[in-house]
T-cell receptor, first 111, second 112 residues
Framework: SQQGEEDPQALSIQEGENATMNCSYK?????LQWYRQNSGRGLVHLIL?????REKHSGRLRVTLDTSKKSSSLLITASRAADTASYFC???????????FGKGITLSVRP | DAEITQSPRHKITETGRQVTLACHQT?????MFWYRQDLGHGLRLIHY???????NKGEVSDGYSVSRSNTEDLPLTLESAASSQTSVYFC???????????FGDGTRLSIL
């Protein structure tokens, strides 16, 4: 069963703009992770935020977590054509230590 | 550099055949996972292992089996391939449940 649900399903922006992707989940979590998948490749881990953290940064990435709303957002600043990929949120269930992935967001960055 | 490799990258087979997909990791991770990725479903967990001789069923385990005889390898076997098992299969590993997973580049399996 799907835990994380990403929104929007697809996003198209111009190079240089910021991209914001959202993820909502249903049950309590241990941590929430964001992954990127380039076409024809495996998923690559981007950033992990623990349930007791509210915000985390890594380079041009900023992730927020609101456990009261059971939601997270991934912000990519100053996007580049190379950021074109699918992005997945994944939640680590607090009860059974299982990582559950959402269906993903397709991001297209136009040069 | 440590890595996780899957083979083959592409395979075409017929219904009813037994198929084994290989996964090999050099991270020395205890945890290994098999997922399938289908349009509209995202990634779904098939089987996973927390160490040698340990295997567990995931969300969509029917028709699949795994074995863990050493730390590095977790082969996935389709006992009798069905067309519904046409998919892209990903193997992943992690140090423990709280750490991120490292993924292979997948095996695209077509069952005709």
């Amino acid at each position: 069963s799907q835990q994380g649900e990403e929104d929007p399903q697809a996003l198209s922006i111009q190079e240089g703009e910021n991209a914001t992707m959202n993820c909502s989940y249903k049950t309590s979590i241990n941590n929430l992770q964001w992954y990127r998948q380039n076409s024809g490749r495996g998923l690559v881990h981007l950033i992990l935020i623990r349930s007791n953290e509210r915000e985390k940064h890594s380079g041009r990435l900023r992730v927020t977590l609101d456990t009261s709303k059971k939601s997270s957002s991934l912000l990519i600043t100053a996007s580049r054509a190379a950021d074109t990929a699918s992005y997945f949120c994944a939640t680590l269930d607090g009860a059974n230590s299982k990582l559950t992935f959402g269906k993903g967001i397709t991001l297209s960055v136009r040069p | 550099d440590a890595e996780i490799t899957q083979s083959p990258r592409h395979k075409i087979t017929e219904t009813g055949r037994q198929v084994t997909l290989a996964c090999h990791q050099t991270w020395n991770h205890n945890n290994m996972f098999w997922y399938r990725q289908d349009l509209g479903h995202g990634l779904r967990l098939i089987h996973y292992s927390y160490g040698v001789q340990d295997t567990n069923k995931g969300e969509v385990s029917d028709g699949y089996s795994v074995s863990r005889s050493n730390t590095e390898d977790l082969p996935l076997t389709l006992e009798s391939a069905a067309s519904s098992q046409t998919s892209v299969y990903f193997c992943a590993s992690s140090y423990n449940s709280n750490q991120p997973q490292h993924f292979g580049d997948g095996t695209r399996l077509s069952i005709l």
